[in-house]
């Protein structure tokens, strides 16, 4: 059976500020974001089931993280204290890679033209 990459997206919002910008740099400040996040997963299709996981699956996994973050200070959570798109993505990666069989990547987007993707280690 052929690869094939799929995915699933997501959204949140949140604020935060960046402690370890340079003073002046507008980020410093609390702000707001609706980020939105795509988890792809990278693997077979399953010979009877046609897929290569279920797009439920991820939502369920998706759900306990979302709570955690969703209308929340991003700096007040545990592993988000310098919360960087790319570390978000990192955070959001960790929570997930034992749950999704064949994650492949988690990209997390702050605006519409700004966004970091990680594919693991």
Known sequence: ????????????????????VPEGHKCKNMHGHTY?????AKG?????LGWVEDFGHFKKVWEPIVHEIDHKVLNEVPGLE????ELI????WQK???KIP???SVEVKETLTS????RGE
């Open 115 to 118: 966004g970091a993707i990680y």
């Open 36 to 40: 939105h996040v795509k988890i792809s």
């Open 82 to 85: 310098n919360p960087t798109a």
């Open 102 to 104: 064949y994650l492949h």
């Open 96 to 98: 997930m890679i034992n």
């Open 44 to 48: 077979p299709i399953d010979a009877t």
């Open 1 to 20: 059976m052929p690869f094939i990459e799929i995915y699933k997206e997501f959204s949140f919002d949140s604020a935060h500020y960046l402690p370890n």
């Open 89 to 92: 993505a990192v955070w959001i």
